[in-house]
């Protein structure tokens, strides 16, 4: 667009994707502004999600493998659990990310703009912030402005013993009963590290599954561990009601393996996540917003206005970091002049609960109902000697391989670590690897990622008889 613009960019949002954008554009000579509601940058992800979340689930994994640790003849005591300590080495931990991308929005003179933004023309924005309101102008946009928590109507929301995960996330204290509602990744991630630290954990899921997505063999080991875990798994059951009394939040459910009331100290609900497209004034630029609140873009991140992008979350599934975080890259090229566009074939999924369990491109489930023609490798880790020395050998390692060229076509790994190793899959299938590329490809001995190898060459024959 021609004109004279307070900024050649301005960004909405500063989660992985708004600051992603901002840096790249920035660093690509435009002088960008990165608008931002909360004081802290670095979106849900450094403040409220996966930064966090995975500084407590390391916590809970060091508990969980210290008291592990007496079949192997060493016995430690009972874990004192100082929960202001944890907190605090939490918060510091979020306080070193957040700080060094303030810092390197200064370095690269990234313009910083606290605020709630609202756009009033397809080319400004209003920004409202402690410091009164204040309007620009910029000739391109970057709308990165995330997703929030969904909520279930009819729960008592004004009491604070029901919490969304920024809630769990603050750790009040250390319910003795805790009720996760949905079994997807947040949830379960979360129930973890309240099981660690002693809470009794329930977890309710209205599908016959958990971790909806993966594919059930892989999930089935963490499934296995966890029932014997958490308190109770009621899967196919919903919860109906919630009343606050003195003595705990009772809870109504439904479904054959709930029972028909019980009361927990606090509530967490997880059943997904809701993008932000309609509070942002979206309709006054003229950006599209379907009626969940989610921006239709093409592949270079636009959305029906040319000059206007919108990046992450909001975009749509699947709602993670590092998907946000290309998409800004993409973004921020275009408005640069770049022909650049998003071209991922796959975006690995992690869950960071113990064991991991990490998939990247099609599930079996999905080649079956898509009908593709497909071979597979599978490698059980209690025939790798790292997981064995490790005292963990539950986890397992899945290739699917196009039949006809042989090449990769998805992963999938259950087991400690295993949202490291699915990052070679990944490679491999952008990469257009075939089986015989991965088996041959030297790993070395003895680590997890052996197995992947190992995978691929029982596709390939070359390895039978495991046991
Ligand atoms: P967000 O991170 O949502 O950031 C949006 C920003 O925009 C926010 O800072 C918000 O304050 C700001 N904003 C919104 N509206 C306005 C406005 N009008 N004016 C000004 N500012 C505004 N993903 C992973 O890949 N790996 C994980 O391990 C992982 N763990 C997670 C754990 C939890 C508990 C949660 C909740 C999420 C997790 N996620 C994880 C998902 C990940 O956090 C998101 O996919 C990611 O943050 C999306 O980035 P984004 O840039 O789209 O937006």
Known sequence: PEGDFDYEVMVLGSGPGGYTAAFRAADLGLKTLLVEKDKSLGGVCLNVGCIPSKALLHS????????????????????EIQIDKLRDWKDSVVGKLTGGIRQLAKARKVEVAQGTGTFIDPHRIRVEGEEGTKEYSFRYAVIAAGSRPVRIPGF???DSRLMDSTGALEMADIPERLLVIGGGIIGLELGTVYEALGSKVTVVELMDRLMVGADRDMVRPFEKRMRKKFENIYLNSKVTGMTAKDDGLHVTFEGKEAPDEAVFDRVLLSVGRSPNGKLIGAEQAGVAVDERGFIAVDNQQRTNVPHIFAIGDIVGQPMLAH?????????AEVCAGHKSFFDARVIPSVAYTDPEVAWVGVTEEQAKEQGIDYGKGSFPWAASGRSLAMGRSEGMTKMLFDKKSGRIIGAAAVGTNAGELIAEAGLAIEMGCDAEDIGLTVHAH???SETMAFAAEVFEGTITDLY
């Open 156 to 158: 008592p929301y004004e």
């Open 60 to 79: 809970a994994r060091v508990i969980d493998e210290a008291a592990h640790m007496s079949e192997h003849g060493i016995v430690f005591g009972t874990p």
């Open 446 to 448: 003895p680590t997890l």
């Open 323 to 331: 998907k946000a975080t290309h998409e800004g890259k993409v973004a």
